[in-house]
């Protein structure tokens, strides 16, 4: 403080000295400003002593002030300058401080985190601690069996395949049920709590649920599919042209190992969260804990007669999933994902569970509809019901999101004899036909965007990839899952005016003989670029090509298609395709998005060429493809997409998508299989690849139109 003092105080001589024009008029007010002049010597001088002398002096010879003027100034100078020092270390300290406090913040994030993951943890083993310790039987241990036993000696693991299935409505083991329940004590607790009774014969049934018991339907390798061919062999469905080909039991059995790896990865480490993140060992919330992974891995369990697995994820859909939550969801990302995976469940299980849940969740997407068009806003808040477009359509609806929920929605009404959910879907199709050709694009094609509220169209992009391609899809499925009959029609026709002038207009030869690209339209401009989401259009073709008049033009265009889309991944030092490419004059590049995120596209339609033609050359592609997969993707925690196709070996992502395992593995799995498993002519496969039984229609909203394509 003494040194703030005496500062102070040489200002305060300085500014009555300077502030003179003549230094010599100073000493004429001498006693003026003696007190501050002694008490800036004073405090500056104090321990050096100021005699009368020196007062004196300075009194009555100027040159003796302007000596203590300097000496002042230069004392004043260097103070400064260590003032300035000073400065400079307590902004460093500042600096530091600051940097303290971010890293204390982040490591009191982690320590929350970790304290509600110990948390989690304490719940989830006290109980196994409490109630199941102390009766395990000690032989338990020399067999290799004890807690936890349902996951560790599983039917699959074993290789015992023939126990994997159970009579409808039956428990999977007499003997092994009551093992389990001899395991949890009868009384534990001496004082005969009733709350802990009530928490003991909760956790009970917790664990009953989480190990897969109780009485409901279980896939089988005898029940894969239902009738597994039997309705297309006695012509209750309309044939769509397949060929019969036989199982390759090896290459199958490699790609069900595979499901297995990565659901039981899912399992141990993110079980009821809607995807796992491998590397980091969690789980994340994209779709606001739906649980996506489960619903999403419903049917391909089923189909692979995993029934441990499936039987757990069941238990779980019908004990964990509820949609009163407080997250805003896509109503498309929703519909297909878990609306169309609760559908495709009921019809392969017949379990009316899923019918219910179903059912729920619809009534919590509802209010989304309520436009004056019909057509839906995109996001909305599961809990509060309030929707709103996303912020990326720029206040409009995206084709391929509000015309990609028809197959779920129609199935749902056809299954529950509720219609309301049919005609809300079926409206949004026939509002967009009235407008359809005031669109600024190629007759028969549709923009990206339009608006919910005045039913214009807000853009002039025509893409068959992103935000495009499943308007086209579900046009051509749902007279398919309708059984192609003459009411249906109308969806054909529709369909077919697209795939006309597509092929027109959008769909060149690749420089490589045999290979065919579709190209987007931009703002009267046809861009070469392809995107990976775009190699469905293959599939799509072939599964319309049949009753048409242009089958033959069908069927070569999505042969050409799909030899790009092999390309995509051959062309690689990875093996595995970016997530779009360009084209120069018919030659493939890679485009700017070369990461992989494990999309299901070009497998997808690698299956229906497949299946339609029996080649099997389209086998041996796929093998090719699922090797690379294994060899990018496979982590000894999960299953990853890729950073860079063009390093090998890439940078892993840190996610597996749930699509990976509804659709990815699902159409590898069954281009291995023989041609009843998921007859194409019984079942259609939603945009998520989840099947969906057809259901003969006599009526629809979407009649056939004079105008455009008939």
Not at 558 to 563: F, L, P
Request: overall charge negative; proline content about 4%; glycine content about 10%.
């Amino acid at each position: 403080m003494a040194l703030r003092t005496s500062r102070k105080h040489h200002i305060m001589f300085i500014g009555n000295a300077s502030g003179s024009s003549d230094i010599r008029s100073g000493v004429n007010h001498v006693d003026k400003v003696r007190e501050g002049i002694g008490g800036g010597f004073g405090d500056s001088f104090g321990s050096r002593g100021v005699s009368e002398g020196v007062l004196e002096r300075w009194n009555t010879d100027p040159n003796t002030q302007i000596e203590s003027l300097q000496t002042i100034k230069t004392e004043i100078a260097a103070d400064t300058a260590r003032l300035a020092v000073e400065f400079e270390t307590l902004q460093t300290i500042k600096t530091e401080i600051a940097a303290d406090t971010a890293r204390l913040a982040v490591e009191v994030q982690q320590l929350s985190q970790a304290v509600q993951e110990t948390a989690q943890l304490v719940r989830d083993f006290l109980p196994e601690i409490i109630f199941r310790i102390p009766s395990v039987p000690t032989t338990a241990f020399a067999t290799g069996q004890g807690i936890g036993d349902d996951r560790s000696g599983s039917v699959e693991d074993s290789g015992t395949v023939e126990d994997s299935g159970t009579v409808e409505g039956q428990p999977r083991s007499t003997e092994r049920s009551e093992q389990r329940q001899a395991r949890v004590p009868h009384q534990h607790h001496q004082g005969g709590d009733s709350s802990w009774d009530t928490a003991r014969a909760n956790y009970q049934q917790e664990q009953q649920q989480s190990r897969g018991d109780g009485l409901f339907p279980r896939p089988s390798l005898d029940m894969v599919t239902g009738a597994g061919g039997d309705d297309a062999r006695q012509f209750k469905v309309p044939s769509g042209g397949w060929a019969t080909v036989s199982a390759d039991p090896d290459r199958r059995e490699a790609v069900k190992d595979a499901m297995r790896d990565s659901y039981d990865k899912y399992e141990t480490f993110a079980m009821g969260y809607d995807e796992l993140q491998p590397l980091t060992k969690r789980g994340k919330n994209t779709f606001g804990g739906l649980g996506a992974t489960i619903i999403d891995s419903l049917d391909t369990l089923w189909i692979m007669g995993l029934s441990d697995q499936y039987s757990r994820a069941r238990n779980w859909v019908a004990s964990g999933l509820h949609f009163n939550r407080n997250y805003e969801a896509s109503v498309f990302e929703t519909t297909i994902r878990i609306v169309g995976g609760l559908v495709a469940a009921y019809d392969l299980s017949g379990d009316t569970m899923y019918l219910e849940k179903c059912t729920d969740l619809t009534n919590h997407l509802k209010p989304a509809f309520q436009t004056s068009t019909g057509i839906p806003l995109n996001q909305i808040n599961l809990a509060s019901g309030k929707a709103r477009s996303p912020r990326d359509a720029r206040g409009g609806a995206t084709l391929a999101e509000f015309g990609t929920l028809q197959m779920e929605f129609i199935a749902l009404s056809q299954r529950t004899g509720d219609p309301q959910w049919q005609i809300m879907a079926e409206k949004i199709v026939e509002k967009v036909r009235d407008v359809k050709y005031k669109a600024d694009v190629p007759r028969g094609l549709y923009p990206l965007f339009i608006s919910p509220h005045t039913g214009r169209w807000t853009s002039s992009k025509v893409s068959f990839g992103a935000m495009g391609d499943s308007w086209y899809e579900y046009l051509l499925k749902v007279w398919v899952v309708g059984g192609r009959t003459p009411a249906m029609q109308g969806w054909h026709d529709e369909w077919e005016e697209s795939m006309q002038v597509m092929i027109k207009k959008l769909v060149f030869d690749g420089a490589e003989e045999g290979t065919m690209y579709v190209a987007e339209y931009v703002n009267r401009k046809v861009i070469h670029k392809m995107d990976h989401l775009a190699c469905f259009v293959g599939g799509m073709l072939v599964l319309g090509a049949k009753g048409s008049p242009n089958e033959q033009e069908y069927m070569r265009v999505a042969a050409g298609i799909t030899k790009t889309c092999f390309h995509m991944y051959t062309m690689t030092p990875t093996g595995i395709a970016p997530e779009l490419v360009n084209f120069r004059a018919g030659k493939m590049y890679i485009g700017g998005a070369h990461y992989n995120i494990q999309r299901p596209e070009a497998i997808e339609s690698i299956f229906y060429m497949f299946r339609k033609t029996g080649d099997p050359k389209y086998r041996d592609w796929a093998w090719e493809i699922f090797n690379s997969m294994v060899k990018q993707y496979k982590k000894p925690t999960g299953w990853v997409g890729i950073r860079d196709v063009r390093t090998n070996p890439s940078p892993p992502d840190n996610l597996m998508q749930s699509f990976f395992l509804a659709e990815t593995l699902k159409y590898l799995y069954l281009i291995f299989c023989d041609s009843d498993v998921i007859h194409l002519d019984e079942w259609v496969f939603n945009t998520e690849a989840h099947p969906i039984k057809v259901v003969i229609r006599d009526s629809t909203l979407v009649g056939r139109r004079n105008e455009g394509y008939n």
